[in-house]
């Protein structure tokens, strides 16, 4: 139990729902969706694509998806793979000799790129799990980009992190540098292009994104930067339903989506901690040692 005669946070309490994400404003949208009688997959869908719009620097509609259901709590847990395939033309011996010598792909060019999953991942969740129409779980991040939103502090402080490679881009540059300038903290940021697409994609679906004038323009940019990718691979993109997988940690059952995703790691740290025992305070130094050595 919390002290009070110190700063802090008591216990937050709920008996019908419950929202935990990086960022207010999709905790927000997410809480009105369950209070307007949505479901936890329709509150998860809307939280996500706020995310979308609100926190551009680490989530996005060009990344990847993942996740983890259990109906109403209960067995059996479902798990989704919404992670973006490479290019069917993209060979080894391709992308080595677009890096001569090099170790590794240049994270900045197409061949870094793989095919956008997030969105058919959502899309694919929300048609088996949600409630509501796919448009009305869309409008809210919509409304947002059109609208505009408060740049949150944590959003600018990562946001600056990557100005230089943001400045090297003319199209990243004109979106996210207004001005050629970082946002400051509290700037409304609006997002028209990222608005017609959402509109695009409520209105159409998986279509709306994986085909179109939204797939050209993705298709035309990773072309021109080198690219292999093709429209067969964007309108052949389709998440794969897997069997979660889970391990045992003090009383508790954990569960991840297994490789490609990294959720397996996390199980081995627990199963490393628990076979090194319960260190005897919360803040000491053996229980650091032991949490790094995992």
């Not at 259901?69 to 011996?93: C, D, I, W």
Request: proline letters at 6%; hydrophobic letters at 45%.
């Amino acid at each position: 139990m919390r002290s009070f005669e110190l700063p802090g946070r008591s216990t937050v309490m709920a008996e019908k729902g419950a929202v935990a994400t990086s960022h207010p404003l999709a905790t927000s949208a997410a809480l009105q969706v369950l209070a307007e009688g949505g479901n936890a997959v329709d509150a998860a869908v809307t939280a996500c694509l706020v995310q979308c719009v609100v926190e551009p620097q680490s989530v996005g509609l060009g990344g990847d998806m993942f996740a983890l259901y259990a109906e109403g709590g209960k067995m059996p847990v479902y798990g989704l793979n919404g992670s973006g395939r490479a290019p069917a033309a993209a060979t080894l011996e391709q992308v080595s000799a677009a890096f001569p010598g090099a170790s590794k792909v240049d994270r900045q060019h197409p061949h870094a790129v793989t095919v956008p999953g997030a969105v058919d991942g959502l899309i694919t969740l929300h048609e088996r799990f949600g409630s509501w129409d796919l448009a009305r779980v869309i409008e809210p991040a919509r409304v947002y980009a059109e609208v505009g939103f408060p740049v949150h502090a944590r959003v600018r402080s990562d946001w600056g992190l990557e100005r230089d490679l943001l400045a090297n881009d003319p199209d990243a540059a004109a979106l996210l540098l207004p001005g050629g300038a970082l946002p400051s903290v509290g700037q409304r940021m609006v997002f028209p292009a990222l608005a017609r697409t959402l509109g695009e994609i409520a209105a159409k679906g998986r279509a709306g994104f994986y085909d179109g004038w939204v797939m050209d323009d993705m298709l035309a940019k990773l072309r021109a930067g080198g690219g292999l990718h093709s429209a067969e691979d964007f309108a052949g993109t389709r998440s794969t339903w897997v069997d979660p997988i889970s391990t045992a940690y003090r009383g508790h059952r954990l569960w991840e989506i297994p490789p490609n995703g990294q959720g397996l790691v996390a199980l081995e740290m627990l199963q490393i901690l628990d076979r090194l025992g319960t260190p005897g305070s919360v803040d000491g130094l053996d229980r650091y040692h032991q949490q790094i050595e995992a």
